[in-house]
């Protein structure tokens, strides 16, 4: 059975969302990605994401969609989230496209996490 392409934990009312895929290019990881990401807001209500992208090297402009939408999902619920462990060189896809000016980064969980004012010990 091949892992799971998110993995998902609760910390007090922060949902943490950590991407174990490597690549974020093939449609079919696209899609499976988007449908439980959407089900945090839309089913489960959850209005505190972190997204953890420690482990992602490659991003398709699709990928991006998903997280636009994500953020207009969040918002019509009052909720946020932010994004950590973004590498340099994805982290200039976001500054090329202005999507730095939409989302809020953290270099790590822990960091993330203190963002929506909870502190891991």
């Given at each position: 059975m091949s892992r799971p392409l998110l993995?998902?934990?609760?910390?007090?009312?922060?949902t943490v969302v950590t991407i174990t895929s490597t690549s974020i290019l093939d449609t079919t990881v696209i899609?499976?990605?988007?449908?439980?990401?959407?089900?945090?807001?839309?089913?489960q209500y959850k209005q505190r994401?972190?997204?953890d992208f420690s482990n992602v090297q490659f991003l398709s402009s699709q990928a991006?969609?998903?997280?636009?939408?994500?953020?207009?999902?969040?918002?019509?619920?009052?909720?946020?989230?932010v994004m950590c462990g973004m590498r340099k060189e994805l982290m200039k896809v976001f500054s090329l496209t202005k999507l730095d000016k939409?989302?809020?980064?953290?270099?790590?969980?822990?960091?993330?996490?203190?963002?929506?004012?909870?502190i891991l010990k």
């Amino acid at each position: 059975m091949s892992r799971p392409l998110l993995l998902i934990e609760d910390y007090a009312g922060v949902t943490v969302v950590t991407i174990t895929s490597t690549s974020i290019l093939d449609t079919t990881v696209i899609d499976h990605i988007a449908k439980e990401l959407y089900a945090l807001p839309d089913r489960q209500y959850k209005q505190r994401l972190v997204l953890d992208f420690s482990n992602v090297q490659f991003l398709s402009s699709q990928a991006l969609g998903i997280l636009i939408t994500l953020d207009k999902k969040m918002k019509a619920i009052r909720g946020s989230f932010v994004m950590c462990g973004m590498r340099k060189e994805l982290m200039k896809v976001f500054s090329l496209t202005k999507l730095d000016k939409l989302f809020r980064f953290y270099r790590d969980d822990t960091s993330a996490l203190a963002s929506f004012n909870v502190i891991l010990k």
